[in-house]
């Protein structure tokens, strides 16, 4: 009760500080970037906590660094606990109740290595839609003209090569240059994804961590430094044990409870981030496909092979990508190695 907690609401311009003690506001003024850096060197050690945001990461490493006790908390909850309108003022306060309630959950936070590893692949996902736009807009185009891509035979490289080369088409010369800019810049983004898929798996393989999640089936180098990303250090959130965890990825059924009684849903369309979840179910997919194939070598082999059988391909997708979540989470917080378990031989 006696400890200073600060409520600070991250802006790019201006910072708003909310100073409380004995449950009381001190001051609640607005710095800039600048001066906030400097009031937090010359601050004596407090709690300070910030609103989970683009530059929350940077400024809670600030913070540890002058010696402060740093912590992040969810911008829903903060919304939720907010009176009055929305203004700096009240945000800043807002962040301060939110992290007096009682078994509050707070954010990890990523450093700077981590947030290296998302920033990769967040570029990647950028250049793959804008690959998808620029493949839509070209075929789109084409279409108007009757003009059909097919997958086979070079797809739509090799049909503009050949609306270039063809001399009696009547199109005129800046659309033909248009059309060339056109797939060059669709060319160009293939080849910057290939780029991104070469520095995500040399840095997957240069980090312990990841390297060994790749161990687990149906997770590869991308799948892998998702994984790291969202439970090694919090950014979906803080979790006790593995079914948190998936259950927040989006990979448990919906529960609506009340009364006693417990109702399970359907898998939930919206998460907060289905990307995790998309990646994790194809790569499981792949496992579900291979292991349907042969004979079963391992226990988990002979577990997806019984629960095809039961419920079909796309549900034990799902259920493995939910055991690839608990898995990984068991070794992150053990700091174990995974290794599948064989059949007996008979």
């Not at 913070?63 to 740093?70: E, L």
């Not at 620029?134 to 503009?160: C, D, H, M, P, W």
């Not at 948190?244 to 990825?249: E, G, L, R, T």
Request: a positive charge.
């Amino acid at each position: 009760m006696n400890k200073i907690v600060v409520g600070v609401d991250l802006a790019k311009n201006e910072i708003q500080v909310c100073v409380t003690k004995h449950n009381k506001v001190h001051s609640n003024e607005a710095m800039t970037p600048r001066d906030f850096k400097i009031w937090l060197a010359n601050s004596d050690t407090m709690t300070i906590v910030f609103e989970a945001c683009s530059t929350s990461n940077y400024w809670k490493q600030q913070a540890i660094a002058c010696g402060h006790d740093s912590r992040l908390i969810s911008a829903k909850l903060v919304a939720q606990i907010r009176q009055n309108q929305k203004t700096d003022k009240n945000d800043a306060l807002a962040i301060v109740q939110a992290s007096q309630l009682a078994n509050v959950d707070f954010v990890n936070g990523k450093s700077k290595a981590q947030q290296a590893l998302q920033s990769l692949v967040r570029l990647r996902e950028l250049a793959i839609k804008q690959k998808v736009a620029s493949y839509n807009q070209l075929t789109g185009l084409l279409l108007e003209f009757n003009i059909r891509v097919a997958g086979a035979k070079g797809g739509i490289t090799e049909v503009v090569k050949s609306i270039l080369e063809d001399a009696d088409n009547d199109f005129s010369p800046e659309f033909r240059h248009a059309l060339n800019i056109a797939l060059h810049h669709y060319q160009s983004l293939l080849e910057d994804i290939a780029q991104y898929d070469m520095c995500i798996e040399k840095a997957a393989n240069q980090h312990k961590t990841c390297k060994s999640l790749m161990a687990i089936e149906g997770v590869g180098p991308l799948n892998a430094i998702n994984l790291y990303i969202s439970l090694g250090c919090g950014e979906i959130g803080t979790f006790k044990k593995g079914r948190d965890a998936a259950a927040c990825i989006g990979l448990t059924p919906i529960q609506h409870s009340s009364g006693g009684k417990v109702k399970l849903g359907s898998i939930g369309k919206y998460v907060k981030n289905k990307t995790v979840r998309s990646y994790l179910v194809s790569g499981a997919m792949s496992v579900v496909n291979q292991a349907t194939r042969r004979v079963a070598k391992t226990k988990k082999e002979l577990w997806i092979q019984q629960l095809v059988e039961r419920k079909g391909k796309r549900c034990a997708a799902v259920a493995l990508a939910n055991k690839t979540v608990r898995t990984a989470f068991s070794m992150l917080t053990n700091k174990t190695e995974y290794k599948a378990e064989l059949l007996s031989a008979k």
